[in-house]
């Protein structure tokens, strides 16, 4: 028998506890899932925006074309068009697919990209768990993701979506390695895997130049494991030039080839969930998660600086897709391998020297 | 990785500088050459029905159906198949095939897309354009009803 | 198998000393093979007999320096069936010979030039789906363009066109599943396959990521071009559908190999401005044709519409909206006409030029701004340098010519080595590089459109002062030309991809008794499986993509 505390860690459960005057531990849990459908709903809002939309305009922008502009202002209303033309459509399945695994497969994705986002502290109240290894959860569920890749990979009896499935694996497996590593060097910063803890520590002034006071934000401390971790977290959400598990010229869109409809759209916004929760992280980890850069601009709520910067990361990424080719497989397990987790262990131990030497 | 930073400088630029080369298309009227082939005028005043039109056409898009006088009954253009190479505007001995500069047109049928000569005659100019003015100089006689010279070969 | 490279043999056999060839010392060599002479108009021609076609190849290929194949084309007469191999040198194209070869009414068959050539493979695999002449010794005489289960051959004179056809779809079936490499996988890439450029299939073995061995299934695209052109006259009729084979933009460059033939088969000699006007046009379509290559080539590596495919496309929109001025439409060009070209420069002739001119001054900020979003670009070189590698002798044996055969430091340009048009009188260089990878095909594509801005600008200059009563732009040409019989000529001119020529055969009526495209992409396309045979995916798909292929042009 387990007993539920009857207050929680969390101040967004609490509040709305509160608000709607719920109590015992009915109520508490009532009060969670209210609070993770208000999460997960801004971050799908997040991903909905960004897919159908905000990707074509960025992309447009580099490319010099106007993109969408016909439905509503901007041509905002194409999210809408899209979503009912994405749901509309018929449910292919093809012949031989493996039943069971091939549904499964695409709930996985967006359904890993959502839990990691319950332990993101993202400026006020809006922290839905704030565990004492919030860190290791993070990164233990987003890598949930790859196992959906692998099934949906595998369960298409498509030989175009098996190597893509593969790919996925060799990938995550050469990159998941260097990017822990990498925020192991925070931590070590941090003193603690609490994500709360992480982002406090990153409040304090580093330096003070013409009186504007630099926050000591890892990203500013230690540039090198900002830099690495960026270019693993690329891989890490199968982004330029590390969209190989995909690679619409080769494998014409590899694991998810033989998805349509629904199941299609699942993926989709799986796959936008976590370009931004790889946001997440990097804020969180390099840019101090919901605070503003400069104190005179705190006045601004720490949910938008939080929102603004995994928006930046995305911006990153749709930019580094129009100007950086694909390499290779092989090169990019080379890559990973020899390049990237030699540098991050060799970043780790001089992180290690760094802090013990300061203490 | 400096190869790297310059392409991304690159593209960064034209992300920048705010130009678009594409264009709203019906808002904005797509520039077209005055010697740009689109689809066929058919004059059946000037035409003497000596069907070398018919003849040249490289892919039978011309139908001509002549009754028992040798007099034009019918002048088909099966504009679906044509490849506007302006085949039968040049070897037209009285000018009475002009290729306008129109290419908005739309059929949902084959048989949309058959244009009799009357349909033929009626081909709009494409937004005012005269195409006469740059084409050989003895086809500025074709718009004016039959007056002018006309160079039989 | 090795070819010997013409340039390293002391004694080329049948070279007089002014070094024109001298076909009676050829006729020496090959000694009793020759059965006869034959009078093509582009050179002359030896009959052999079906069973020493390897022999006298070999004969020619190793004494007398020809070490291009150029084409295969194979015909069916009244009273036999006739196949005929278009042999010329890489280090001087001037040098021509044709080989005759007849077979029985009956019994179509004749020596394979396989083993001599490798082009020959792809070549008379056409000549026997088309024509239906037997290739003995051919390693893998199917059908090419057909599907496997064609019945008849359409070009050859008993062919029933009325006939339905029944193909069935068949399976696939990894060709290496009862051999050692029994782990491997057989994969379709295409026909409906974003990087194969249209619809291409590859039928493709991989053992994990690493291709086994790729087989390019072509003619999803053949449209008979061969045979429409036999079906329409020479005058007219014929123009229109060259732009139609090559119809990335290069269509002024297919319509000159067209006029070149035909105009040296009834012997029309151009006007000088008309000629200026054509190298105009023709280099404006070599550097649209080459901004798509390269345009689509960044598409294979950079994944999806990315920025560099749009720039690509934003350059060739300005070249197409000139050429859109000059001929009336944007790539179904139907402008030269035998003889000429069928208008002059567009009025106001200043305000052309000028838009000409502005548009080559753009080209080096242009081609700087290529090199720094690809050539400089380190993941781009880690892609493309060492990859793909052709080199020269197996270009040669393949007959590869164009960028391609220039990126394998293969110095052949027909503009420059046979030439036509006004390229003699101008000032430019043929680019080459001797990377043989996919690297330096790309360098070669991006020198080249640098190359052919200098021609424009020379034309433009040339157009500009030539004197108003002179400027003829087509010369007399009668309404009806009707070559004398049996005339045969083989010409070819250097498209945006290589060595594009037209064998036309008259049989004294308006229309063409035979007419054959020799197309450079198919040859370029043969060399696929040696590129990529070893490497990975990615590397076939860059391959493909260096290869600049044209799908219409390929299949025809």
């Keep these: ?359 | ?153 | 198998m090795s070819s010997t490279p013409a340039s390293s043999q002391k004694n080329i056999v049948g070279i007089s000393k002014n070094g024109t060839l001298d076909y009676t010392k050829l006729e020496k060599l090959l000694g009793p093979l020759v059965l006869q002479k034959e009078d093509h108009v582009n050179a002359p021609a030896f009959v052999i007999r079906p069973d020493s076609v390897e022999e006298a190849l070999t004969l020619l290929r190793d004494e007398a320096g020809f070490d291009h194949l150029s084409c295969v084309t194979a015909q069916e007469y009244e009273d036999r069936f006739e196949s005929i191999y278009h042999l010329r040198k890489y280090d001087s194209p001037q040098h021509e010979l044709g080989i005759v070869v007849p077979s029985p009414k009956n019994n179509p068959w004749n020596q394979s030039a396989c083993s001599v050539f490798r082009t020959a493979d792809w070549h008379e695999r056409e000549a026997y789906d088309l024509v239906g002449i037997n290739y003995e010794g051919h390693p893998d005489l199917r059908r090419i363009l057909l599907p496997d289960t064609w019945q008849g051959h359409p070009l050859s004179l008993d062919y029933d066109q009325n006939k339905p056809q029944l193909i069935t779809l068949q399976e696939h079936e990894n060709p290496l599943r009862d051999t050692d490499e029994e782990n491997t996988m057989f994969i379709n890439i295409g026909p409906h396959h974003p990087a194969t450029h249209g619809v291409l299939h590859l039928k493709t073995v991989l053992d994990g990521e690493h291709v086994v061995s790729v087989d390019p299934d072509i003619g999803y695209l053949h449209r008979c071009e061969e045979q429409m052109a036999q079906g329409l006259n020479y005058r007219y009729q014929i123009m229109p559908y060259p732009d139609r084979w090559d119809y990335a933009s290069a269509g002024l460059l297919n319509e000159w190999a067209y006029a070149r033939a035909a105009e040296d088969l009834v012997n029309i000699e151009v006007p000088e401005y008309a000629e200026i006007i054509r190298t105009m046009g023709a280099e404006l379509c070599r550097i649209c044709a080459h901004f798509l290559a390269v345009g689509t080539f960044a598409l294979d590596i950079y994944g999806d519409f990315t920025a560099i495919f749009m720039y690509a496309m934003r350059d060739r929109e300005i070249v197409q909206s000139i050429l859109e001025d000059l001929t009336g439409q944007r790539m179904m060009f139907n402008y030269f006409r035998l003889g000429g070209v069928v208008w002059d420069l567009p009025e106001p002739r200043d305000e052309f030029l000028s838009k000409i001119q502005k548009f080559l001054d753009k080209i080096p900020a242009g081609i700087q701004e290529y090199s720094e979003l690809m050539t400089t670009n380190e993941i781009f070189q880690l892609r493309c340098v060492g990859t793909g590698i052709l080199p020269p002798d197996v270009a040669r044996q393949y007959g590869v010519t164009g960028p391609v055969a220039r990126g394998s430091g293969i110095d052949y340009d027909l503009r420059r080595d046979d030439p036509y048009g006004y390229y003699e009188n101008l000032d430019w260089n043929v680019v080459t590089n001797d990377g043989c990878d996919i690297y330096s095909r790309f360098l070669v594509r991006l020198g080249e459109v640098e190359q052919s801005a200098k021609i424009i600008g020379q034309c433009i200059s040339l157009l500009e002062s030539w004197p108003e009563e002179d400027r003829i732009i087509q010369a007399n040409v009668p309404r009806t030309i009707k070559p004398p019989a049996d005339a045969e000529i083989y010409r070819a001119v250097e498209a945006a991809k290589g060595e594009l020529g037209i064998y036309i055969r008259s049989d004294g009526t308006q229309q063409p008794a035979r007419f054959k495209i020799r197309s450079p992409c198919f040859s370029n396309l043969s060399t696929l499986s040696e590129m990529a045979t070893g490497g990975l995916v990615p590397d076939l798909i860059a391959a493909l993509g260096s290869l600049d292929i044209v799908l219409g042009e390929v299949d025809r």
């Design chain 1, 1 to 359: 028998m387990i007993t539920l505390p009857l207050t929680t860690q969390t101040p967004l459960v609490d509040a709305i506890s509160h608000l709607l005057g719920l109590d015992g531990s009915f109520g508490l849990i009532l009060s969670a899932f209210i609070a993770a459908f208000l999460i997960g709903n801004i971050m799908l809002i997040s991903a909905g925006i960004a897919g159908p939309w905000a990707k074509r305009k960025i992309t447009a922008v580099f490319t010099d074309r106007i993109a969408v502009n016909r439905l509503g202002p901007l041509g905002l209303l194409i999210i809408v068009a899209d979503a009912v033309r994405l749901l509309a459509k018929e449910l292919i399945v093809p012949e031989g697919v493996d039943r069971p695994s091939w549904d499964i497969a695409p709930l996985i994705l967006p359904f890993s990209a959502l839990l990691g986002f319950a332990v993101i502290p993202m400026g006020g109240p809006l922290q839905l768990a704030d565990p004492e290894t919030g860190l290791v959860f993070v990164f233990a569920v987003a890598s949930i993701a790859s196992v959906g890749v692998v099934i949906g990979g595998y369960s298409s009896n498509n030989k175009f979506s098996m190597l893509g499935g593969l790919r996925a694996v060799a990938m995550n497996i050469a990159y998941e390695i260097p990017l822990i590593v990498t925020a192991a060097s925070v931590v070590l910063f941090a003193g603690s895997l609490r994500l709360s803890e992480i982002v406090s520590a990153q409040a304090a002034p580093l330096i003070v130049i013409a009186g504007v006071t630099i926050p000591s934000w890892f990203a500013f401390v230690n540039p090198f494991a900002f830099v690495l971790f960026l270019i693993a977290n690329l891989a890490e959400i199968g982004r330029n030039p590390f969209d190989i598990p995909e690679a619409p010229t080769e494998l014409v869109a590899g694991y998810v080839t033989e998805y349509s409809s629904v199941y299609f759209v699942l993926f989709f916004l799986g796959e936008f969930l976590h370009v931004f929760l790889g946001g997440a992280i990097i804020a969180t980890l390099f840019l101090g998660g919901p605070a503003a850069p400069i104190s005179s601009l705190s006045f601004i709520p720490g949910f938008i600086w939080f929102l603004l910067k995994i928006w930046s990361v995305f911006l990153f990424t749709q930019w580094m897709r129009a100007a950086i080719p694909r390499v290779r497989i092989d090169q990019m397990i080379e890559i990973g391998w020899k390049g990237l987790l030699a540098l991050s262990f060799i970043n780790l131990i001089l992180t290690a020297i760094l802090v013990g030497v300061i203490a």
């Design chain 2, 1 to 153: 990785m400096i190869g790297i930073l310059q392409s991304m400088a690159a593209t960064m630029k034209h992300a920048l500088d705010g130009q678009t080369f594409t264009v709203e298309y019906p808002e904005t009227v797509p520039h077209v050459s005055p010697r740009f082939r689109g689809v066929h005028k058919f004059s059946q005043e000037r035409c003497i029905w000596c069907r070398q039109c018919e003849i040249v056409c490289p892919n039978d898009t011309i139908e001509i159906k002549l009754d028992d006088k040798r007099q034009g009954e019918e002048y088909n253009l099966h504009i679906g198949q044509c490849i506007y190479c302006r085949l039968c505007e040049e070897v037209c001995p009285v000018d009475a095939i002009v290729l306008t500069q129109q290419f908005e047109f739309t059929g949902d049928t084959k048989g949309d897309l058959v244009y009799n000569k009357e349909q033929l005659k009626n081909v709009p100019w494409y937004k005012g354009l005269d195409p006469l003015a740059s084409r050989e100089p003895t086809r500025s006689a074709w718009v004016g009803e039959l007056d002018g010279e006309i160079d039989y070969q």
